[in-house]
């Protein structure tokens, strides 16, 4: 089973590498506001998304297995605690080396989704704006009760003429 969860983490890193590498080609889509390679990339996305699921549930069946055996892991066990408990030093070492691996591979994922929201956001301020350009709406030099700007459209119709 050690050999399972060894496997199992590596793969798990391998994935959010390539969930980051995905990230920063989503960057650039956004940025060139390439719509079709936006949907290509939201595409494997979701897929890399289920594969993770899938491997996060086998780590987790993995490791409630391996610590049935010992009674003194609970669930405030530290990973690098549980790995110790190991037959082999060699595993042991290779287990904490693609738990810092994973570590480093999840942070770097969730930095890039977490600008590519801020950009996304942006992107969807700026068609908001135009959109209120067209339809005539005017900002007031006021903010609403929520701190949002308060928007006034312009009577563009007159329905009782």
Request: charged share 30%; proline share 2%.
């Amino acid at each position: 089973m050690w050999q399972d969860l060894i496997d199992t983490l590596d793969k798990l890193g391998e994935v959010y590498d390539n969930l980051a590498a995905l990230g920063e080609r989503k960057r650039n889509a956004l940025v060139g506001i390439d719509m079709r390679g936006l949907s290509a990339i939201l595409d494997e996305e979701q897929l890399l998304t289920a594969k993770i699921q899938r491997l996060e549930k086998r780590r987790v069946e993995l490791l409630r297995g391996l610590s049935e055996s010992n009674k003194n892991v609970n669930e405030q066990t530290k990973a690098t605690d549980f790995y110790k408990l190991a037959p082999v030093p060699a595993v042991t070492e290779k287990l904490i080396q693609l738990h810092e691996r994973l570590s480093k591979s999840v942070d770097r994922a969730v930095t890039v989704r977490d600008n590519n929201q801020i950009l996304a956001q942006c992107a969807l301020d700026a068609v908001q704006g135009q959109l209120n350009k067209i339809g005539g709406a005017t900002v007031e030099p006021t903010y609403s009760g929520k701190g949002a700007g308060v928007v006034t459209h312009q009577k563009n119709f007159d329905f009782k003429a």
